[in-house]
């Protein structure tokens, strides 16, 4: 059984993974613009016809003293790990503008296999420098749904509550 769902868990990242190629920002501006305008999601969803994802978006600021290195470091290592969860579809990794502020965002398949993620512990570790590196941070959370639109759109970002103990 856990072999045909490797098959198939495989197949659709592979699909997937073609969509995810081509997502990208479309404004310089994207850090500080809503997610849905900042980057060339209708594109990047032309292959599916209906479909719900999770959305995580983190916003940030850097701190002028900001361990920039460290920071990367525990990123990279709890992007990894993100890439062996389950459930895991797209990881986007913002470059700060010149004012510092920055946009990360991960993809998931369902809002519950993020939350298991997040409890994994190379993302606690990277948890542990949000404090010291940003003067601010936030989290936005979305259900990304693609319907069968007349128009060929259909793409729809509903932001959830915000929430401090869950992804």
């Not at 995580?56 to 003293?65: E, G, I, K, T, W």
Request: aromatic residues 14%; negative net charge.
């Amino acid at each position: 059984m856990e072999d045909i769902e490797n098959f198939v868990n495989n197949i659709a990242h592979s699909t997937l993974g073609n969509a995810w190629n081509r997502l990208t920002y479309i404004d310089n501006r994207y850090m500080t613009l809503p997610i849905q305008d900042g980057f060339n999601w209708t594109e990047s969803f032309t292959d599916f016809t209906s479909g719900e994802w999770y959305l995580v978006v983190f916003r940030s600021r850097y701190r002028a003293d900001t361990d920039y290195q460290t920071l990367t470091e525990r990123d990279e290592r709890a992007h990894a790990e993100a890439r062996q969860s389950a459930g895991f579809l797209y990881y986007f990794m913002g470059t700060p503008d010149e004012d510092g502020h920055c946009l990360s965002f991960c993809l998931w398949e369902n809002q519950h296999m993020a939350q298991l993620a997040s409890r994994r512990p190379k993302h606690q570790e990277a948890l542990q420098l949000v404090a010291s590196a940003y003067e601010y941070y936030h989290l936005e959370r979305y259900f990304v749904t693609k319907t069968t639109a007349p128009d060929g759109s259909g793409l729809d970002f509903e932001r959830l509550p915000i929430r401090s103990d869950h992804l």
